[in-house]
């Protein structure tokens, strides 16, 4: 029997569904249950009511759980890869697996886009989203969104909605509050959404070979893509920043990324393709940041690790 896995992830439903299903795929694979879950308490978890920014970013999300992975307290760990900060994983972790990526496009719950009247509520906590949404809706409201997917359907405003990832209410079983699912040419994805990013030791070569019977190469190469694209844009970018790749197993890849003004009164969005993942990604953020003018989005003031 295989040696048991131990994996370190966060106790929201979400983060614990998410666990499950590497779990399982595991279990597919090797013909056993070989999973013991870690569950962590994070900081962004005991602090629902304060925004992401001002808790550090999206780091705050996965840097305890990857401590208990560096300490040996578990063996890897299991996040939304959109949630990942932009740099490379700390020192002593390698990104190991990417299974099969979700749906990622995002959908609204409570009213659909067309039916909201003005001076509706929107209420997200992201910046990409706000910012694309006032860009094509200019007569709409904003209010922020956090906590847990239960608690943020349960703070949808009245005549208006919220914006959440589909993939998050697939996982959770909650499809049926979806009122309307976004095409991408209206709502661009966050770098990363939809896929989850399995990380464990850069030694532990034993635990790199079996995540990698779980690795999906088509979703594995468009994370890449998508985070070069981030990279590339700074770690320090403050700026609404949506990226979406599209591609096999080998072959091309279709690459999308969107740079916005927090206001959402400027937004530049071009796409590009090319085989080579990292360089696709670098390539697409140097086009946006000088042949689309999208440099001087950067440099607008706004809370450190929006996204």
């Not at 370190?8 to 013991?36: C, N």
């Not at 992975?69 to 697996?97: I, T």
């Not at 403050?238 to 206001?263: H, K, M, Q, Y």
């Amino acid at each position: 029997m295989p040696r048991v896995l131990r994996l370190a992830t966060r106790t929201s439903p979400l983060a614990l569904a998410q666990a499950r299903l590497v779990a399982e795929a595991l279990e597919r694979v090797e013909g056993a249950s070989v999973i013991e879950l870690v569950p962590l308490s994070t900081r962004a978890d005991q602090h629902q009511e304060v925004p992401i920014e001002a808790l550090g970013g999206r780091g705050v999300f996965t840097t305890e759980v990857e401590q208990a992975v560096l300490d040996g307290r578990a063996d890897l760990a299991v996040h939304s890869a959109k949630d990942l900060p932009s740099a490379e994983p700390p020192a002593g972790l390698v990104l190991a697996a990417v299974p099969e990526r979700a749906d990622p496009r995002d959908a609204m719950v409570g009213r659909s886009l067309s039916s909201l009247r003005p001076g509706a509520l929107v209420a997200t906590g992201a910046p990409r989203r706000r910012a694309q949404l006032a860009w094509l809706r200019p007569d709409l409201g904003f209010v922020g969104l956090r906590g847990n997917i239960g608690t943020r359907l349960g703070k949808v405003p009245d005549g208006g909605a919220a914006v959440v990832a589909l993939a998050a209410l697939e996982r959770l079983g909650l499809l049926e509050e979806v009122t309307e699912v976004l095409a991408p040419s209206v709502m661009l994805s966050q770098v990363g959404q939809g896929a989850l990013a399995l990380r464990c030791r850069e030694g532990d070569l034993a635990t790199v070979e079996r995540l990698a019977a779980i690795d999906h190469p088509a979703s594995h190469r468009a994370l890449l893509a998508e985070r070069a694209m981030l990279a590339r844009l700074g770690g320090g970018c403050d700026a609404p920043v949506a990226a979406l790749a599209r591609c096999g197993t080998s072959g091309p890849i279709r690459l999308e990324g969107l740079l916005a003004s927090r206001d959402g009164h400027r937004v530049v969005r071009s796409s590009i393709d090319g085989s080579d993942p990292v360089q696709l990604g670098t390539d697409l953020a140097d086009k946006l940041l000088v042949e689309e003018g999208g440099r001087s989005l950067l440099e607008e003031p706004g809370p450190a690790g929006a996204r």
